[in-house]
Nanobody, 125 residues
């Protein structure tokens, strides 16, 4: 499985960006998909995920109400719509995939087996 993230860039605080992650896999619908991020000097942290089985979305508290994860199985793509961006959202954003995520591990980076290369989001104040 190869994941290609795109859509990052420089945006002012309060602005919006949409990230995309295209997966090169035949059975995309079987994968739970997630976004993580890593800010300079910090550990990678969970942002949002879309569980494959129950089509449930999960969000980190820091992005609830501002970010929306969605997927288009026909295009093998998962999206992250980011609104009301803040300087603290600045990070490299990574998409991740797994067929074995369960609800208790959906926010854990170790639960995902495939990772994209990351796309940089910079939010200026």
């Amino acid at each position: 499985v190869q994941l290609q993230a795109s859509g990052g860039g420089l945006v002012q605080a309060g602005g919006s960006l949409r990230l995309s992650c295209a997966a090169s896999v035949r059975t995309f619908s079987r994968y739970s998909m997630a976004w993580f991020r890593q800010a300079p000097g910090k550990e990678r942290e969970f942002v949002a995920s879309f569980h494959r089985h129950i089509s449930t979305t999960y969000y980190a508290d820091s992005v609830k109400g501002r970010f929306v994860i969605s997927r288009d199985n026909a295009k093998n793509t998962v999206y992250l719509q980011m609104n009301s961006l803040r300087p603290e959202d600045t990070a490299v954003y990574y998409c991740a995939a797994s067929m074995r995520v369960i609800s208790s591990t959906v926010m854990m980076a170790d639960a995902y087996h495939y990772w994209g290369q990351g796309t940089l989001v910079t939010v200026s104040s």
